[in-house]
């Protein structure tokens, strides 16, 4: 195969050996090349249909990629750095194959047009993988909720002790999470599915050629509109970028949670060996490193994000080499949010609840304070007043190093005479879960009744 650079017409001297590999971004974008051979093969047959090529051309085009592909996929194909990307090396290795006919595919198009057609075609590809693997780590976080639905642990504001809360209901927080970032995928997939092809370098194209035949059959929803646009945006992949960090941010506030509860002073969760390494010195130590790797993780994806709204602001129109530094970022936002969601669904079905660690902390720290509160406002007390109380009471059992629910009715009734016997009732961790038992709250019967909406949400 030649190696010799198809706009070398122009110039008298060869690139410097250096600025060859420098400015080459086929060491990267070959993963584009199913994609690129994909857009050519349509660009082919919309050329063929609009007389442009001739039948016989159109099928050496067609058939001579779809062998190229084949070589590409089985390892066989050699690629050339100094053919700089994989859109000059596919067609170049199409030209020696067929003959002039491969130099006719690049009639009415252009590197810019073709490179956001790819990465389009390729990011849309993806966002439906990222869908899936969302939706099973949400199918996984449904599971628990129902296995634990009524395991009580106390909930935190402050990470200090707020209120007995059900775990089913802390995964559900997880789940509408992940729901909020499976709509920003798919929101994101909107805009990514537009067709770039056919605005060629900048202005269009002299050629009779017909956009919406290309569009129809890459499965884009329309040619973009303006071609000076559709060859220099990049926003999809800033909104992509933008829609994985948000979604790293939530994996990774999850993993600070699942370390922080198998942390030794915890105990409320067990993670399964198979997701956890040692010490190579402490031969005690048992550490959690995938939801650790995940939250370091996060880190990188955020900075492809500034990378990206970096490299676009200040960039006239139209395609500037700079958007060649789109891709790693891409690529590495995207590798590294599927193997988080992967890992993390293979993860969560394999954690074992403390039910006694749990059930013992939530009964420290005065988390049912609230629901005596509740208690004197339902006998007539106004909260602020029943509130005031409460925090007196709260001070007169750390003084003795004791529970409200240990109190006994008589001192109860020291800080508020209208107490009754059935206060200790609101004062059980099971009564104070039970009683918040509206939409959206931590009852075991709420957590269940969410759990049968969430399955429908997302079937
Ligand atoms: N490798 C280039 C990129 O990734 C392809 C487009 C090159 N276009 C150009 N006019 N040099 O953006």
Redesign the pocket.
Known sequence: MSDSKPWAGRFAEPTDAFVEAFTA?VEF?RRLAPYDIQGSIAHATMLARQGILSAAERDAIVNGLQRIGERIEAGEFRWSVAL????MNIEAALTDAIGSAGKKLHTGR???D??ATDVRLWLRAELAEIGHALRRLQHALLELAEREAETILPGFTHLQTAQPITFGHHMLAWFEMLERDHERMADCAKRVNVMPLGAA?LAGTTYPIDRAFTARELGFDRPADNSLDAVSDRDFAIEFAAAASILMMHLSRMSEELIIWSSAQFAFVTLSDSFCTGSSIMPQKKNPDVPELIRGKSGRVFGHLMALLTLMKSQPLA?N?D??E??EPLFDAVDNVKGSLKVFADMIPAISCNHAAMRTAALQGFATATDLADYLVRKGTPFRDAHEVVGKAVAYCVDRGCDLAELTLDELRGFATHIDADVFDVLTLEGSVAARDHHGGTAPAQVRAAIARARERIA
Do not use: L
């Open positions: 971004s974008d700089e990307d994989v859109h252009s590197r810019n073709q490179v370098a395609y080499k958007n060649q789109d891709k």
